[in-house]
């Protein structure tokens, strides 16, 4: 159980530290760059005026700047 709350509150810390303009891949692998945030849902642009919602909980990792 220990393990376990530990990546759960990594988690909860990745999902706070979010903000427009930030790159981030989903948990299905597509990767983009957040462009509004709204309650529990993200918008991302994947690709030049290709936009798509997720969900905050789907993000599962933070790529550093310029990376996409």
Not at 36 to 48: A, C, M, Y
């Amino acid at each position: 159980i220990r393990p376990q709350n530990k990546r759960v509150k990594e988690h909860n810390k990745l999902i706070d530290s979010l903000s427009n303009g930030t790159e981030v891949v989903v948990s299905n692998g597509i990767m983009g760059k957040i462009i509004k945030i709204k309650d529990d849902i993200i918008e991302l642009e994947i690709s030049k005026g290709v936009n798509i919602k997720v969900r905050k909980s789907s993000i599962t990792t933070v790529l550093p700047k310029g990376s996409i």
